[in-house]
């Protein structure tokens, strides 16, 4: 689904962001991203989405590749794709429920089902009940697994999350790991950056950063570990 050949990202007048990276992530796969901040892992999901571009090589998504997709292909490209990041970035002047509804409501859903799939997906992440509250009535981890029912109300085939546990106290970032965990039980492909070691210890890909270069691959399944 999501292929990396010999792939770098440098900004403007700054050292490497990502070097050299080669990585294939299979269809419906829970991978993860780990690595000291300023490793990359933030860029490399950016990339995915389009937010970004590569500076060499060639990433390619869903068979689209990222480097060349003119913009008017970028929204075909991200309907297939669930966001999730640090800062949520929920509207403050509008309720959970209108929040959750707004990726369908953009690509013309009938607001009728938007409101349907959004109380389906708040229900998934244990937040129905709180459908009609205002965003910032909510405690930190709640608004992300508001973030969350958002990024998966379309039915998306890949959820990029980065850092979604981060500042959260324990058990709101089991809950918010349990809720992807759900998704890609369905059939999802996520990738999730974090440096929980907690969240690692149960991973069965993971794949370390450091310096934007691939530092060690790890697969729980099969007991492998190995420099990239």
Known sequence: ?????????QYSGKSMALS????????????????PSGAGKSTLLKMIAALERPSAGILTVNGQDIGRIKPSGLPYLRRNLGLIFQQQRLLSDRNVLTNVMLP???????????????????????????ALFAPLSL?????QRVAIARAIVNKPQVILAD????????ASATKVLDALKSFHGV????????????ILAGAQRVIYLNQGKLAA?????????GNA
Request: net charge negative; glycine share 10%.
């Open 1 to 9: 689904m999501i292929e990396f050949q010999k792939v770098s990202k």
């Open 20 to 35: 050299d990276i080669t990585l294939s992530i299979p269809k419906g796969e829970l991978f993860f991203l780990s690595g």
């Open 104 to 130: 369908l409501i953009v690509v013309g859903t009938a607001k009728s089902d938007a409101e349907k799939r959004a109380r389906a997906a708040l229900d998934k992440v244990g937040l129905l009940d709180k």
């Open 139 to 143: 405690s930190g981890g709640e608004q």
């Open 163 to 170: 850092e979604p546990t981060a500042n959260l106290d324990r």
């Open 187 to 198: 059939g999802a492909t996520c990738i999730i950056s974090t440096h929980d070691e907690q």
């Open 217 to 225: 691959s790890e697969s729980a399944a099969f007991g492998e570990r």
